[in-house]
């Protein structure tokens, strides 16, 4: 339970207080009405004893009574009606609230830390007032009147006779069987008359006279004179006199009720008008004492005839309203005709009444009753002395409650001696002697028992327990089961609630002040039951204080118990209560995961609140049911959405101009907002497909991002010779949480602001927005001059400026993510700041209705029936990344600016917009295909330096220099062919065609970008509005599989603009390549050396094609139709296929070999061209030749070998030995080195569809060395195997860059000339010599020095076995010297001794660079074996 004021020790006995009846007549209560008082209300500050109190017991021992009290009230002769007295209870309760600004105490329990009121002073205004409000019972005498004070006033003609009057009225009311109320205590009830007398207006000779009467009719212990109104009734007196009577009045003072008006008063006394104003007559509270006097029946006549179950603490339908109970009106003061000396008057009257009449009445009626009880007991002469004998004596068992059968009817006659010692045991009470009390209320509680009467002895156990509690000097413990079985009586047995809960109050706060909270809280709930909910709610909220109480606090059952009270209060209409208790519970709650607990809570605190017009705490409440992860059903999602709606509804009524409110739903996800700067893609149209650019539908792709990037960087260090601009930043169109956002991004005017806002719908029911658009604001900007910007003043909401874009209807489903894509329209350059978006929130009706009520019906709008919305915004908030990049923002937590809903709008720029038409989206490997593209300026300003860059240059060329102007031939028409084709004579198949073109044509050049195209328009400007269609050639790529080819447009205004240097439009190639031919080519030096200058070498170009083609792309055949090559120094010269057939066919899987010869071009011509200058040589395997150094074949032949002339190219440098020596390395490698490039151009047969279609494309291989295989694809690289790993340093040996083998034996060609067989007749001439000349040619552009060794190597018997043994003769050794590229014979003889076979090729060859010191000095190898074949004739 929670503190109280004061403790149980002065709660019991100010609730048990001897009560004393005042009846006064009609001129007394006048007089005392002057001061807007009655006369019992006139002397209740006075009535408490602040010195002790002194009397004598039944032994003649003296007792002390500390802070005695006495309550005297009028008479009133019906008990009150329960409704009048619950109506009291529920205005007292209300009425109390916690103080404003009360600091609550801070408990912390494990990790709650709640603020808990720890007072709760409604609950103990509310039991005060219940115990004093309990109305008079037959079983018990504890509100049974003692005495009964007599008023008369000195004014009246005749008081004595008054007196008597009111002496008979008295004794006619007590005793008379027509009034059963009130209950009076003995039969002889003190009368004590009282002779008002009023100083400022009445006659004191008089008033003495009359008391001087009164004393010898009544004694001077019977009478007394009190005087009053010393001062007549003025405002304006100086004197400020203390009003001791507010604090008891202004809490509960009721007005006289209509409602409960339903019959004439009973009062009595003379009733006059005045009868009227007696609004506090009545019951004995001293405190609460307030109800008027015309209460009816009571229903809780505790005698046979009353029905025991009628309660009047029944259920409280009985709703407080403010109006009804009233404080007294501040205007009026109390006593205003009493001076401080009236005061101290009526304190000593009221002394003078105890001392002389009250107490020694009671001291005398407890000793009649202790000799009564003696004499009829038969017992010794006190009963103090009889006490142990009681105790000590047999005792009889007590039989369990259930067992007794319900006598709660039983009724004692008023003398019989059981009644006796409990009106003893009562008046001991009253006078705080409990020892005697205690002993009485034992007795009489055996007694009881023993005639099974059961509301009697509940009362007698009550009463012992808390006897035994407040005896001093505890000696014995507190019987707590006596209160148990009291309580189980009154509340089972005599169905009587009131005493019941009379019980439970006590003994909680007794359990309470010995700890034993776990016990009062059990106590307390378990009178908590359905026939009042005030009463249930007030003792569960003190069961949850004993919960928090406990020496291990119990938090959640402290909340659990706090929710029930908020709900039983809500019931009994206290709705601030219920509130309070609700916000209590709700910090145990809060957070926890108790997420349907917290719903609940929350939900009922936004009804609370609405109820008491908090509206802001209603709105807080419900939003919070809203934005949590709520696990409540669809249906109950619904209801608490358009409560929510409903209160929302009626705030913003109350404020119409207000702000716009925040809403908390749907969610808005602010990092995932994506920014759009341009119009949306136009979708393909035919043949004709947009650019695909940037559109919100792309997923972010960190890779791809990287490299548009680097598309742009290459492409804007192109345009700036080669640097890239320190102001450079790349284009970003789509702004994200990806991309870069700590500058402010420029917007174009006229151009649309597309926000992608993400929202997210966390309920199972949908959400409709409506109206849904941005809120921004904008400062325009005048742009005067270069760099003078002139400022506006903030623009809001004007659609000249800036057009806004509004969606009239956006529904996402329960639970659903959605995004919302919302268009600004930029007229006018400025600065913009895009702040959040603003919308009606509302939910569709369904045909579901919730919680049984049915939606009202809704507004329809459009396809969605709009229940009811509130119109609300909501923020975007970006935080940006957190900055990492200094030691400060390391250690500290700080987050940079995140600008992407701050755009900047700058001035007009020119916007492109590119269309392909024809553009394939499959391919064979190397097919080349023709399409076009469509270049538009959609804006108002002109563009050029349209450039376009991308990673796989060798995919597409615009055609060279030239191949704008060249018509395309009429063949090449008919056959729809992509290339530029003549028609050529028959003769001359196997022939090369020569033509020469240079790369620069081609923009491909040493040191140059080949990745970035500059785009051929007509005048190198696009004007607005006009379009230009350029061809575009396509080659499918070699690799197999499907690929991704980006293009970035670059271009630029004609007019320079300070903010925007450049735009970029970007388009993503998807493109399917399947496989088409397989190519392998290999050169070898040719061993015949003749040529028609008689000088150079020639060589062999051997040609595999394979169709590696799978039927699935419906490929008939390939045919091969012809092969050229390019070259600066090559070319080729014929085919040399021994096949006759000139068709070359291949059909799937087949395999074609090809043969060409190869020679050095012409001298002259090589000498005029510049080192760009290719020599194209065609072989044609057909009547129609195609032009590979025109477009397209050239274009994609120079991008195949961009890759080879991008390679730096060396620069000589001074000569030290180690640069000398590396040259020669160098010099001796480029003896192998060919630079021969051949092209395969072929047709395939596709049919499709029963129509045949024929494609063509080109293949590509780029021989440089000899011997050497080159493949047409890229050959996949083996992963290299795992080695061991070491765990030693090498030593650092440096590398000697000394040739390969391989590079040395092509420094010299050497080549034996001799006759095939050879006859010599052996029988003749023994010895059969053969003329042979070797010749030497050296093949590199250095003197050589070479030595010609003819020993044999190799004596092994195998070798002589294998070639014969042959012998050179002559010279066996010589030593040249060949300049560069001269060719040397030497004729040398060889002798044979038998006929066979010979392999001549045992020359060994040495050679070194003539300048050179060091001698690289290998084997020359002879490339193939020389055969002679010796016949004997």
């Given at each position: 339970?929670?503190?109280?004021?004061?403790?149980v020790?002065?709660?019991?006995?100010?609730?048990?207080?001897?009560?004393?009846?005042?009846?006064?007549?009609?001129?007394?209560e006048?007089?005392?009405?002057r001061?807007h008082l009655?006369?019992?209300?006139?002397?209740?500050?006075?009535?408490?004893?602040?010195?002790?109190?002194?009397?004598?017991d039944?032994?003649?021992?003296?007792?002390?009574?500390?802070?005695?009290?006495?309550?005297?009230?009028?008479?009133?002769?019906?008990?009150?009606?329960?409704?009048?007295?619950?109506?009291?209870?529920?205005?007292v309760?209300?009425?109390?609230?916690?103080?404003?600004?009360?600091?609550?105490?801070?408990?912390?329990v494990?990790?709650?830390?709640?603020?808990?009121?720890?007072?709760?002073?409604?609950?103990?205004?509310?039991r005060?007032?219940?115990?004093?409000?309990?109305?008079?019972?037959?079983?018990?005498?504890?509100?049974?009147?003692?005495?009964?004070?007599?008023?008369?006033?000195?004014?009246?003609?005749?008081?004595?006779?008054?007196?008597?009057k009111l002496?008979?009225?008295?004794?006619?009311?007590?005793?008379?069987s027509?009034?059963?109320?009130?209950?009076?205590?003995?039969?002889?009830t003190?009368?004590?008359?009282?002779?008002?007398?009023?100083?400022?207006?009445?006659?004191?000779q008089?008033?003495?006279?009359?008391y001087e009467?009164?004393?010898?009719?009544?004694?001077?212990?019977?009478?007394?004179?009190?005087?009053?109104n010393?001062?007549?009734s003025?405002?304006?007196?100086?004197?400020?006199?203390?009003?001791?009577?507010?604090?008891?009045?202004?809490?509960?003072?009721?007005?006289?009720q209509?409602?409960?008006?339903?019959?004439?008063?009973?009062?009595?006394?003379?009733?006059?008008?005045?009868?009227?104003?007696?609004?506090?007559?009545?019951?004995?509270?001293?405190?609460?004492?307030?109800l008027?006097?015309?209460?009816?029946?009571?229903?809780l006549?505790?005698?046979?005839?009353?029905?025991?179950?009628?309660?009047?603490?029944?259920?409280?339908?009985?709703?407080?309203?403010?109006?009804?109970?009233?404080k007294?009106?501040?205007?009026?003061?109390?006593?205003?005709?009493?001076?401080?000396?009236?005061?101290?008057?009526?304190?000593?009257?009221?002394?003078?009444?105890?001392?002389?009449?009250?107490?020694?009445?009671?001291?005398?009626?407890?000793?009649?009753?202790?000799?009564?009880?003696i004499?009829?007991?038969?017992?010794s002469?006190?009963?103090?002395?009889a006490?142990?004998?009681?105790?000590?004596g047999?005792?009889?068992?007590?039989?369990?409650?259930?067992e007794?059968?319900?006598?709660?009817?039983?009724?004692?006659?008023?003398?019989?001696?059981?009644?006796?010692?409990?009106?003893?045991?009562?008046?001991?009470?009253?006078?705080?002697?409990?020892?005697?009390?205690?002993?009485?209320?034992?007795?009489?509680?055996?007694?009881?028992?023993?005639?099974?009467?059961?509301?009697y002895?509940?009362?007698?156990?009550?009463?012992?327990a808390?006897?035994?509690?407040?005896?001093p000097?505890?000696?014995?413990?507190?019987?707590?089961?006596y209160?148990?079985t009291?309580i189980?009586?009154?509340?089972?047995?005599?169905?009587?609630?009131?005493?019941?809960?009379?019980?439970?109050?006590?003994?909680?706060?007794?359990?309470?002040?010995?700890s034993?909270?776990?016990?009062a809280?059990?106590?307390?709930?378990?009178?908590?039951?359905?026939?009042?909910?005030?009463?249930?709610?007030?003792?569960?909220?003190?069961?949850?204080?004993?919960?928090?109480?406990?020496?291990?606090?119990?938090?959640?059952?402290?909340?659990?118990?706090?929710?029930?009270?908020?709900?039983?209060f809500?019931?009994?209409?206290?709705?601030?209560?219920?509130?309070?208790c609700?916000?209590?519970?709700?910090?145990?709650?809060?957070?926890?995961?108790?997420?349907?607990?917290?719903?609940?809570?929350n939900?009922?605190?936004?009804?609370?609140?609405?109820?008491?017009?908090?509206?802001?705490?209603?709105?807080?409440?419900?939003?919070?049911?809203?934005?949590?992860?709520?696990k409540?059903?669809?249906?109950?999602?619904?209801?608490?959405?358009?409560?929510?709606?409903?209160?929302?509804?009626?705030?913003?009524?109350?404020?119409?101009?207000?702000?716009?409110?925040?809403?908390?739903?749907?969610?808005?996800?602010?990092?995932?907002?994506?920014?759009?700067f341009?119009?949306?893609?136009?979708?393909?149209?035919?043949?004709?497909q947009?650019?695909?650019?940037?559109s919100?539908?792309?997923?972010?792709?960190?890779?791809?991002?990287?490299?548009w990037?680097?598309?742009?960087?290459q492409?804007?260090?192109?345009?700036?010779?080669g640097?890239?601009?320190?102001?450079?930043?790349?284009?970003?169109?789509?702004?994200?949480?990806?991309?870069?956002?700590?500058?402010?991004?420029l917007?174009?005017?006229?151009?649309?602001?597309?926000v992608?806002?993400?929202?997210?719908?966390p309920?199972?029911?949908?959400?409709?927005?409506?109206?849904?658009?941005?809120?921004?604001?904008f400062?325009?900007k005048?742009?005067i001059?270069?760099?003078?910007?002139?400022?506006?003043?903030?623009?809001?909401?004007?659609?000249e400026?800036?057009?806004?874009?509004v969606?009239?209807?956006?529904?996402?489903?329960?639970?659903?993510?959605?995004?919302?894509?919302?268009?600004l329209f930029?007229?006018?350059?400025?600065?913009?700041?895009?702040?959040?978006?603003?919308y009606?929130?509302?939910?569709?009706?369904?045909?579901?209705?919730?919680?049984?009520?049915?939606?009202?019906?809704?507004?329809?709008t459009?396809?969605?029936?709009?229940?009811?919305?509130?119109?609300?915004?909501?923020?975007?908030?970006?935080?940006?990344?957190?900055?990492?990049?200094?030691?400060?923002?390391?250690?500290s937590?700080?987050?940079?600016?995140?600008?992407?809903?701050d755009?900047?709008?700058?001035?007009?720029?020119?916007?492109?917009?590119?269309?392909?038409?024809?553009?394939?989206?499959?391919?064979?490997?190397?097919?080349i295909?023709?399409?076009?593209?469509?270049?538009?300026?959609?804006?108002?300003?002109?563009l050029?330096?349209?450039k376009?860059?991308s990673?796989?240059?060798?995919?597409?060329?615009?055609?060279?220099?030239?191949?704008v102007?060249?018509?395309?031939?009429?063949?090449?028409s008919?056959?729809?062919?992509?290339?530029?084709?003549?028609?050529?004579?028959s003769t001359?198949?196997?022939?090369?065609?020569?033509?020469?073109?240079?790369?620069?044509?081609?923009?491909?050049g040493?040191?140059?970008?080949?990745?970035?195209?500059?785009?051929?328009?007509?005048?190198a400007?696009?004007?607005?509005?006009?379009?230009?269609?350029l061809p575009?050639?396509?080659?499918?790529?070699?690799?197999?599989?499907?690929?991704?080819?980006?293009?970035?447009?670059?271009?630029?205004?004609?007019?320079k603009?300070?903010?925007?240097?450049?735009?970029?439009?970007?388009h993503?190639?998807?493109?399917c390549?399947?496989?088409?031919?397989?190519?392998?080519?290999t050169?070898?030096?040719?061993?015949?050396l003749?040529d028609?200058?008689?000088?150079?070498?020639?060589?062999?170009?051997?040609?595999?094609?394979?169709?590696i083609?799978?039927?699935?792309?419906?490929?008939?055949?390939?045919?091969?139709?012809?092969?050229?090559?390019?070259?600066?120094?090559?070319?080729?010269?014929?085919?040399v296929?021994?096949?006759?057939?000139?068709?070359?066919?291949?059909?799937?899987?087949?395999k074609?070999?090809?043969?060409?010869?190869?020679?050095?071009?012409?001298?002259?011509?090589?000498a005029?061209?510049?080192?760009?200058k290719?020599?194209f040589?065609?072989?044609?395997?057909?009547?129609?030749?195609?032009?590979?150094?025109?477009?397209?074949?050239?274009?994609?032949?120079?991008?195949?070998?961009?890759?080879?002339?991008?390679?730096?190219?060396?620069?000589?440098?001074a000569?030290?030995e180690?640069?000398?020596?590396?040259?020669?390395?160098?010099?001796?490698?480029?003896c192998?080195?060919?630079?021969?490039?051949?092209?395969?151009?072929?047709?395939?047969?596709?049919?499709?569809?029963?129509k045949?279609l024929?494609?063509?494309?080109?293949?590509?291989?780029?021989?440089?060395?000899?011997?050497?295989?080159?493949?047409?694809?890229?050959?996949?690289?083996?992963?290299?195997?795992?080695?061991?790993?070491?765990?030693?340093?090498?030593?650092?040996?440096?590398?000697?860059?000394?040739p390969?083998?391989?590079?040395?034996?092509?420094?010299?060609?050497?080549?034996?000339?001799?006759?095939?067989?050879?006859?010599?007749?052996?029988?003749?001439?023994?010895?059969?010599?053969?003329?042979?000349?070797?010749?030497?040619?050296n093949?590199?552009?250095a003197?050589v020095?070479v030595i010609?060794?003819?020993?044999?190597?190799?004596?092994?018997?195998?070798?002589l076995?294998?070639h014969?043994?042959?012998?050179?003769?002559?010279?066996?050794?010589y030593?040249?010297?060949l300049?560069?590229?001269?060719?040397?014979?030497?004729?040398?003889?060889?002798?044979?001794?038998?006929?066979?076979?010979?392999?001549?090729?045992t020359?060994?060859?040495f050679?070194?660079?003539?300048d050179?010191v060091?001698v690289?000095?290998?084997?020359?190898?002879?490339?193939?074996?020389a055969?002679?074949?010796?016949?004997?004739?």
């Amino acid at each position: 339970m929670a503190q109280c004021v004061q403790s149980v020790q002065e709660l019991i006995p100010d609730s048990f207080v001897p009560c004393v009846a005042a009846l006064c007549s009609d001129e007394a209560e006048r007089l005392t009405r002057r001061n807007h008082l009655s006369f019992a209300e006139l002397l209740k500050p006075f009535s408490r004893f602040t010195s002790e109190v002194h009397m004598r017991d039944p032994n003649n021992q003296l007792h002390i009574i500390k802070n005695l009290k006495i309550t005297v009230s009028n008479i009133i002769t019906q008990p009150p009606q329960p409704g009048a007295i619950r109506k009291l209870l529920s205005d007292v309760v209300s009425a109390s609230q916690p103080a404003e600004g009360l600091v609550a105490n801070v408990i912390t329990v494990g990790d709650y830390d709640l603020n808990i009121s720890a007072t709760t002073p409604w609950f103990e205004s509310y039991r005060e007032t219940f115990l004093q409000s309990m109305p008079a019972s037959d079983h018990e005498f504890l509100n049974h009147y003692l005495a009964c004070m007599l008023v008369a006033s000195s004014s009246e003609a005749e008081p004595v006779e008054q007196f008597s009057k009111l002496s008979q009225e008295q004794h006619r009311i007590q005793h008379n069987s027509d009034y059963s109320y009130p209950k009076w205590f003995i039969p002889n009830t003190l009368k004590y008359y009282v002779l008002l007398h009023d100083v400022s207006a009445g006659d004191e000779q008089r008033a003495d006279s009359i008391y001087e009467e009164m004393k010898q009719k009544y004694g001077t212990q019977g009478c007394y004179l009190l005087k009053i109104n010393s001062r007549t009734s003025n405002r304006a007196s100086d004197e400020q006199i203390p009003d001791p009577w507010s604090q008891y009045l202004q809490k509960n003072s009721i007005q006289n009720q209509e409602s409960y008006e339903d019959g004439p008063f009973t009062i009595t006394s003379n009733k006059n008008s005045d009868s009227n104003l007696l609004s506090l007559d009545g019951l004995d509270n001293e405190v609460k004492d307030g109800l008027p006097n015309n209460f009816r029946a009571h229903s809780l006549q505790l005698d046979q005839s009353s029905d025991p179950s009628n309660s009047f603490d029944g259920p409280d339908h009985t709703k407080p309203s403010s109006h009804e109970t009233k404080k007294i009106n501040t205007g009026i003061i109390h006593g205003a005709c009493l001076t401080l000396t009236d005061h101290d008057r009526i304190r000593q009257f009221i002394q003078e009444f105890t001392f002389r009449g009250l107490l020694p009445h009671i001291e005398k009626t407890i000793r009649q009753l202790n000799d009564q009880l003696i004499s009829r007991k038969g017992l010794s002469r006190s009963l103090f002395s009889a006490t142990k004998k009681w105790f000590s004596g047999s005792k009889v068992p007590e039989k369990s409650i259930n067992e007794l059968k319900n006598t709660s009817g039983l009724q004692y006659p008023p003398e019989a001696p059981e009644l006796q010692i409990r009106k003893m045991a009562d008046l001991c009470f009253l006078v705080q002697h409990y020892d005697l009390a205690y002993s009485c209320y034992h007795t009489a509680k055996k007694d009881f028992l023993n005639d099974q009467a059961m509301l009697y002895a509940a009362g007698a156990l009550e009463m012992a327990a808390v006897s035994a509690f407040l005896q001093p000097g505890a000696p014995r413990p507190y019987p707590a089961h006596y209160m148990d079985t009291a309580i189980q009586t009154y509340r089972d047995i005599c169905k009587n609630m009131v005493l019941a809960e009379r019980c439970v109050l006590l003994s909680a706060e007794i359990l309470k002040s010995q700890s034993k909270y776990s016990e009062a809280a059990a106590l307390l709930i378990r009178l908590t039951s359905e026939d009042s909910d005030l009463r249930s709610a007030l003792l569960l909220e003190q069961a949850a204080h004993c919960f928090i109480n406990m020496k291990n606090p119990m938090v959640r059952k402290y909340a659990f118990h706090m929710i029930l009270a908020g709900h039983r209060f809500s019931k009994a209409g206290q709705k601030k209560h219920a509130l309070r208790c609700y916000c209590q519970a709700m910090q145990v709650y809060k957070g926890k995961g108790w997420s349907l607990a917290e719903d609940h809570i929350n939900f009922t605190i936004g009804r609370q609140s609405y109820t008491l017009r908090q509206l802001d705490n209603a709105v807080s409440a419900f939003r919070h049911i809203l934005i949590n992860e709520s696990k409540q059903s669809a249906a109950q999602q619904g209801a608490f959405l358009r409560e929510y709606l409903y209160v929302y509804k009626n705030v913003s009524h109350l404020s119409p101009d207000g702000p716009l409110p925040q809403l908390p739903l749907p969610y808005i996800n602010s990092s995932a907002t994506r920014v759009f700067f341009g119009h949306d893609r136009r979708p393909a149209d035919g043949e004709k497909q947009a650019a695909t650019h940037i559109s919100l539908d792309q997923e972010y792709d960190s890779e791809s991002s990287q490299q548009w990037r680097e598309l742009e960087e290459q492409v804007v260090a192109v345009v700036n010779k080669g640097i890239i601009p320190s102001n450079f930043h790349p284009t970003q169109y789509c702004l994200s949480s990806y991309s870069d956002n700590s500058r402010f991004p420029l917007a174009v005017v006229e151009e649309p602001i597309t926000v992608e806002v993400a929202f997210r719908n966390p309920l199972k029911v949908p959400l409709l927005l409506t109206d849904l658009s941005l809120l921004w604001k904008f400062q325009p900007k005048h742009f005067i001059g270069k760099d003078n910007e002139e400022s506006k003043e903030l623009v809001t909401g004007e659609p000249e400026m800036i057009g806004t874009e509004v969606i009239s209807e956006f529904l996402i489903n329960s639970e659903e993510s959605k995004v919302a894509r919302l268009k600004l329209f930029p007229h006018h350059v400025g600065e913009l700041h895009i702040l959040g978006v603003v919308y009606n929130l509302g939910t569709i009706q369904g045909s579901v209705t919730v919680d049984g009520i049915g939606g009202l019906p809704g507004c329809h709008t459009g396809k969605h029936s709009l229940n009811m919305s509130v119109r609300g915004r909501q923020d975007l908030e970006i935080q940006g990344p957190r900055l990492n990049n200094t030691k400060e923002e390391k250690t500290s937590i700080k987050y940079g600016p995140d600008r992407r809903l701050d755009p900047i709008i700058t001035e007009e720029m020119p916007l492109l917009e590119v269309f392909f038409i024809h553009f394939p989206t499959g391919l064979l490997c190397g097919e080349i295909q023709k399409a076009y593209v469509e270049f538009v300026n959609v804006s108002k300003c002109p563009l050029t330096g349209l450039k376009v860059v991308s990673k796989r240059p060798e995919f597409f060329t615009f055609g060279g220099n030239t191949a704008v102007l060249t018509p395309l031939s009429p063949s090449a028409s008919e056959n729809c062919s992509a290339y530029k084709t003549v028609v050529t004579d028959s003769t001359s198949v196997c022939t090369a065609l020569i033509s020469a073109a240079s790369s620069v044509d081609f923009g491909i050049g040493i040191g140059s970008q080949p990745e970035v195209i500059p785009v051929p328009l007509p005048d190198a400007v696009l004007l607005p509005g006009a379009s230009v269609q350029l061809p575009m050639w396509l080659r499918g790529p070699d690799e197999e599989g499907v690929h991704e080819i980006n293009f970035l447009f670059y271009y630029e205004s004609v007019k320079k603009k300070p903010k925007i240097q450049h735009r970029i439009l970007r388009h993503t190639a998807i493109i399917c390549t399947s496989r088409s031919l397989n190519v392998r080519a290999t050169v070898y030096r040719s061993n015949s050396l003749e040529d028609e200058e008689g000088r150079g070498g020639n060589m062999l170009v051997f040609v595999d094609v394979e169709n590696i083609n799978t039927s699935e792309a419906g490929v008939k055949e390939f045919h091969i139709v012809q092969v050229s090559s390019s070259s600066k120094h090559w070319m080729l010269q014929k085919s040399v296929n021994l096949s006759e057939n000139k068709d070359a066919k291949l059909a799937s899987r087949e395999k074609g070999k090809f043969c060409f010869k190869a020679v050095r071009c012409k001298e002259k011509e090589a000498a005029t061209q510049s080192s760009e200058k290719y020599t194209f040589a065609d072989i044609l395997f057909g009547n129609e030749q195609i032009i590979s150094s025109a477009s397209p074949c050239a274009d994609f032949f120079y991008r195949s070998l961009s890759s080879e002339l991008k390679k730096p190219q060396t620069q000589p440098s001074a000569h030290t030995e180690k640069q000398s020596l590396e040259d020669a390395v160098r010099l001796i490698r480029k003896c192998s080195e060919v630079d021969l490039n051949i092209v395969i151009l072929w047709k395939a047969y596709v049919v499709e569809d029963s129509k045949q279609l024929i494609l063509e494309g080109q293949h590509h291989v780029i021989l440089n060395t000899i011997g050497k295989e080159a493949f047409s694809y890229p050959q996949k690289q083996e992963p290299p195997e795992m080695e061991l790993l070491k765990f030693v340093r090498p030593e650092n040996t440096t590398v000697s860059s000394r040739p390969s083998v391989e590079q040395l034996s092509s420094l010299i060609k050497m080549s034996l000339h001799y006759p095939e067989s050879f006859n010599h007749p052996f029988h003749q001439k023994s010895l059969c010599l053969v003329p042979v000349t070797l010749l030497l040619s050296n093949c590199s552009k250095a003197d050589v020095d070479v030595i010609v060794d003819l020993r044999h190597k190799t004596t092994s018997p195998e070798a002589l076995e294998i070639h014969g043994s042959f012998t050179w003769l002559g010279q066996t050794q010589y030593k040249l010297q060949l300049k560069s590229q001269e060719i040397h014979s030497l004729q040398l003889k060889a002798c044979f001794v038998h006929t066979g076979v010979y392999n001549l090729g045992t020359p060994r060859v040495f050679a070194k660079l003539s300048d050179q010191v060091t001698v690289f000095e290998t084997s020359q190898q002879n490339s193939m074996p020389a055969l002679i074949i010796i016949n004997n004739v």
